[in-house]
């Protein structure tokens, strides 16, 4: 079981660089894969300097990426993140 993101090297947190919203959500891709989830993403969005994506798995797990994490968030998020995919598709 692996419900660190650090663990599977995503721990991007005080890291000084932004990441590109692109890179966020390879990242978060492979996570969600890890958990066998398929994310379907939405159109990503600015807000100021900020860019944010959300994307969900047809089993209804979220992901959610936000480039700049204020130091209360986390720049890679959501249940298909935490759990694993209860429905199986490959
Ligand atoms: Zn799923």
């Not at 959500?25 to 969005?45: Q, V």
Request: with cysteine.
């Amino acid at each position: 079981m692996v419900n660190c993101l650090c663990k599977l090297g995503l721990e991007t947190k005080g890291k000084e660089f932004a990441m590109e919203l692109s890179t966020l959500r390879k990242m978060a891709e492979a996570a969600a894969k890890e958990r066998r989830h398929t994310i379907l993403w939405d159109k990503p969005f600015a807000e100021g300097i900020r860019q944010y994506q959300t994307g969900a798995c047809h089993c209804g797990a979220e992901v959610q990426i936000v480039t700049r994490p204020m130091p209360n968030e986390i720049d890679i998020g959501g249940s298909a993140i935490a759990m694993n995919c209860p429905v199986r598709t490959w």
